[in-house]
């Protein structure tokens, strides 16, 4: 495969950083194509460790050309702040088309979630959800009006027109000139890196050049086909790939599903196999499960296979890359949900009405677990043969070959069950 999406097949948070650094290493170019600085994960790199949010992955490696797509939308103020971190060399496209997130967008996502009381989506507060909604709405700033510095004064006045009855419904006010004047210097500084990436990566897709696609968050968190309405407002997913990146759909080879060897949701909404026992605490301490973005400590549950069936079915994944295996060593007795019962129906799908998702109950097999710690293992056959089994039963219950499991955050721990380039 030659140019293949990096899903997360879960609720976000399934190691895709990791993963994308792996296979970035083989790759010549690294294209973000949906969401912004709701993203978050950590890189160790020469000894440093770098929080990115809205930087494509391969940012790190001075070799691999790095574009952010049309489907994303960007927050100047952070992308500056992300970029000043980096001290290696970079190559690095922003898409005219993309769409801006103002401060503005911050404060509505505030208000919106504290006036939902128990009705929280719990976002990341990143304003992506009203950034998005003023591209629906067609009055949203791209990339190309921001960085029109001629204009950006008459752009940001005009957007601020036609939001005035919302603005003034939410008790919020700004002025064009305060905003020009804040955000002017960013504008200048984007402005470099802007281009029309539609045009560039065909051109680099015509060179032959190998490409990861790098999907923020997961597939459940897909506007479409998620556990809406606690979803991101965007599309996570392989088929989101060509609208957003202005490429063909033909052009994508397959996508590798990243997913943790149990499951874990941040923000609110129904989770069927969520763990409320002590068992929780302890994986979420040993895997230092908390949000990179948020710092938020997020929910653990069993493996939820109707969950990756359905990612499978509506994201299309080529290949399994399984992450964090190490952490369920010591457990005596492994769960896996194979279906869930609602209604005393039982079903496996994940249902679209969220009061029946939130009715379903899980429906479990329980293989045995290991208590050999496996992060210094090389090799699947050093694996014990209760992880096999694990192993074994992921594939079966998915009927998706596994490319590679992980057994820790470091790059030399990541086993390689096939190469997918050859
Ligand atoms: P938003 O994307 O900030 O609007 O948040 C919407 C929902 O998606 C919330 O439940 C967030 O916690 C969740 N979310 C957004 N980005 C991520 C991510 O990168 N990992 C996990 N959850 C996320």
């Not at 097949?9 to 690294?30: F, N, P, R």
């Not at 930087?55 to 001075?62: A, M, T």
């Not at 556990?227 to 997913?237: A, E, K, L, Q, R």
Request: net charge neutral.
């Amino acid at each position: 495969m030659k140019r293949i999406v990096v899903v997360g097949m879960q609720w976000g948070d399934e190691g895709k950083g990791k993963i994308t650094d792996y296979l970035a290493q083989k790759s010549d170019v690294v294209v973000r194509f949906q969401g912004g600085a709701n993203a978050g994960h950590t890189v160790v790199f020469s000894d440093t460790k770098y929080s990115l949010h809205l930087l494509p992955s391969g940012i790190l490696n001075p070799d691999i050309v790095n574009i952010m797509a049309n489907g994303m939308v960007i927050d100047p103020i952070i992308f500056k702040k992300e970029l000043d971190a980096i001290k290696n060399l970079y190559t690095l496209y922003v898409s005219s088309r993309a769409t801006i997130v103002l401060p503005i967008h911050k404060d509505i996502d505030l208000f919106l979630e504290n006036s939902k009381g128990d009705k929280k989506i719990g976002t990341t507060a990143k304003g992506i959800g009203p950034a998005y909604t003023d591209k629906v709405a067609r009055i949203a700033l791209k990339v190309a009006d921001f960085v029109d510095l001629e204009h950006l004064e008459e752009n940001l006045a005009n957007y601020l027109y036609l939001k005035r009855f919302e603005l003034k419904a939410y008790g919020l006010s700004y002025s064009a000139s305060k905003l020009y004047e804040e955000l002017l210097p960013y504008a200048v500084y984007l402005k470099r890196f802007v281009t029309d990436t539609s045009i560039l990566l065909n051109n680099l897709i015509t060179e032959n050049k190998t490409i990861i696609f790098e999907g923020a968050q997961g597939s459940l968190l897909c506007i479409e086909n998620g556990t809406y309405p606690f979803v991101t407002s965007s599309s996570p997913i392989a088929s989101s790939v060509p609208l957003n990146t202005g490429i063909a759909p033909w052009l994508v080879d397959g996508a590798v599903g990243i997913m943790k060897a149990y499951t874990t949701r941040v923000g609110e909404g129904p989770f069927p196999t969520e763990i409320f026992s002590n068992l929780a605490h302890e994986i979420r301490e040993k895997a230092r499960e908390y949000g990179v973005t948020t710092g938020r400590p997020r929910r653990i549950g069993y493996l939820d296979t109707v969950l990756i069936r359905h990612t499978k079915r509506v994201s299309g994944i080529s290949y399994l890359a399984i992450t964090l295996l190490d952490i369920l060593s010591g457990i005596d007795e492994l769960k896996i949900c194979v279906s869930y019962t609602l209604d005393d129906q039982i079903i496996d799908y994940v249902p679209s009405n969220i009061r029946d998702f939130e009715k379903a109950t899980p429906n479990y097999i329980v293989l045995e677990g290991w208590n050999e710690d496996i992060s210094n293992i090389k090799s699947y056959k050093e694996l014990p043969k209760n992880a096999k089994e694990y192993l074994k039963k992921i594939e079966e219950l998915t009927n998706i070959p596994i490319m590679l499991f992980s057994v820790g955050a470091d790059r030399t721990q990541t086993i390689v069950l096939k190469d997918i380039f050859n």
